[in-house]
């Protein structure tokens, strides 16, 4: 566990959940808490515009501010950790949406956890990213980080996708089916899980590559340590890798797509008594006897 803490708690910098206009009345109860614990709030220039309210650009929010604030669901979290990571604030995810396994603040806790938080009753998790790039077959190299996971799939259903995967430049698999899932452990209990993938504990540093609806019953998922390189191609004219499963990349039979551990993980600030098996039982009904 990470004994980080914050240096000062003065400004948060949110982020809303997009295309979501009627959020605004949560947004001003929340942001009233807030200021009622003396944290001014500072709202990212595209959220304020959706909701009507003044706001400033997503850079400045994130260098002005001490730790970040996403309400919404876990899809607005993940956005907003890959596009603050350079910025390297901490996250704490205020849930809005439903499942909820990263934005794991509820509305009614928010006035318990800013009392917890004034009061140095909390911790920041360090989980590791996926750092990647696709290189084209002219030399260019287009960058990304993911959260959660990387697919590389068939962009049309009735079409088998094959994946030539090598690692650290030593070709190992071919996979062959609807696609191939890298996913980090904070990730496992997303598409991996629903893919057949195992649950990993979110402050592990590896890789998780699950087949998905492999045509080979040989086919298994497979952990590798975090500092190996992952390379993966396809000989089909056309191929989609999918980021977070928010970004797309298009690629065809000449491209690479390379992923590997990122060097800085993203911080994710919790509640103190925050329990990850917890999380398991409530959202994966674990235990439960009917």
Known sequence: MSSQKLDQIKTAGFVLKPNDPEIK??????KAEFEAKGISVLL???????IGEEGIVFESMCER??????????????SLVRRSHGYNKPVVGINA??????????????????????SNEYRIDERMMIEGYVQRK??????????????MTRPVVSKMATIYASIDGERFNTYRGDGLII???????????????????PLTQALIMTPIMAHSLTQRPLVVPADFTIELSSPEERIIAVIDGQDNYEMTHEDILVIMGAKR??????????????????????????
């Not at 990212?44 to 959706?50: D, F, G, I, R, Y």
């Not at 970040?68 to 899809?75: A, I, P």
């Not at 002219?138 to 697919?151: I, S, T």
């Open 25 to 30: 009345i949560l947004y001003k109860r929340i």
């Open 44 to 50: 990212a220039e595209k959220s304020a515009t959706m």
């Open 65 to 78: 501010s001490d730790f970040l604030v996403s309400l919404g669901g876990d899809g607005t979290l993940l």
């Open 97 to 118: 949406g439903n499942l909820g396994f990263l934005a794991d603040v509820t509305i009614d806790d928010v006035e318990l956890f800013l009392e917890q938080l004034i």
């Open 138 to 151: 002219d030399g260019k190299q287009e960058p990304f980080f993911a959260f959660n996971d990387v697919v």
């Open 183 to 201: 996913a980090t452990p904070t990730g496992s209990t997303a598409y991996n899980l629903a893919s057949g993938g195992p649950v990993m504990y």
């Open 265 to 290: 993980g993203a911080k994710l600030l919790h509640r103190k008594e925050r329990n990850y098996f917890s999380v398991l039982r409530e959202k994966l009904s674990w235990g439960n006897e009917n």
